[in-house]
């Protein structure tokens, strides 16, 4: 399986931006994990397939959505309240096997890797 992510960009404080994430195939989870260069990787997101579950951060619960198409193998961040603390380059990933719910927020549970997009915030 291989992943493709759109989006990304520079935006206001405040202000909302959409990633995308297509998938060549089907997956157990596909989500979002950002990384700001000299620290370490951090979970922001996930969805499994059906039966349908969300996995957020702390830090972005509340103002980020992840939703699912099953159909096209497509999953979207709606990146919302944007703060200049979520400035990463952020990485769709995906998991193929199934996996206990404590795992899902731990970014070695990820073995699918796509490119990354850079989020920018300005303040």
């Known amino acids: 399986v291989q992943l493709q992510a759109f989006g990304g960009g520079l935006v206001q404080a405040g202000g909302s931006m959409r990633l995308s994430c297509a998938a060549s195939?089907?997956?157990?989870?596909m989500g979002w994990i950002r990384q700001v260069p000299g620290k370490e990787r951090e979970f922001v997101s996930a969805?499994?397939?059906?039966?349908?579950?969300?996995y957020y951060a702390d830090s972005v619960k509340g103002r980020f959505t992840i939703s699912r198409d099953s159909s096209s193998n497509t999953v979207t961040l709606q990146m919302n309240n944007l703060k200049s603390e979520d400035t990463a380059v952020y990485y769709c990933?995906?998991?193929?096997?199934?996996?206990?719910?404590?795992?899902?927020?731990?970014?070695?549970?990820?073995?699918?890797w796509g490119q990354g997009t850079q989020v920018t915030v300005s303040s």
């Open positions: 195939g089907r997956t157990f989870a």
């Open positions: 990933v995906a998991r193929n096997g199934r996996i206990i719910t404590s795992m899902m927020k731990r970014t070695g549970t990820y073995d699918i």
């Open positions: 969805i499994t397939s059906p039966p349908v579950i969300r």
